[in-house]
């Protein structure tokens, strides 16, 4: 593998390194402020709130497979297009 590829495919692990996290960290950023106000509507109406393992997990779970398919999906395609950009310089 010549370095101009690895080059290549390091970026593209980058970039769906970084889409990894931005999608995940406002995901879980909007995920955690439903459930701030889901506890907060329970509470007003005298329900019983539900813990943060009963609450969020689930939904953290979710986001992380979500995110996880992005990063799968953009590394892959990044190292089908080195791929064959390399053999078509060949």
């Given at each position: 593998?010549?370095?101009?590829?690895r080059l290549?495919?390091?970026?593209?692990?980058?970039?769906?390194a970084?889409?990894?996290s931005v999608?995940s960290?406002r995901?879980?950023?909007?995920?955690g402020?439903?459930?701030?106000?889901?506890q907060?509507?329970?509470?007003q109406r005298?329900?019983?709130?539900?813990?943060?393992?009963?609450?969020?997990?689930?939904g953290?779970?979710?986001i992380?497979?979500?995110?996880g398919?992005?990063?799968?999906?953009?590394?892959g395609?990044?190292?089908v297009?080195?791929?064959?950009?390399a053999r078509?310089?060949?």
């Amino acid at each position: 593998m010549t370095r101009p590829v690895r080059l290549a495919l390091g970026l593209w692990l980058l970039c769906a390194a970084v889409v990894f996290s931005v999608t995940s960290d406002r995901q879980t950023k909007a995920a955690g402020r439903a459930f701030m106000h889901e506890q907060l509507a329970r509470y007003q109406r005298g329900e019983r709130v539900v813990t943060i393992n009963q609450g969020f997990r689930p939904g953290v779970r979710a986001i992380a497979v979500q995110s996880g398919a992005w990063f799968l999906v953009i590394a892959g395609t990044g190292a089908v297009a080195t791929a064959w950009a390399a053999r078509a310089g060949k």
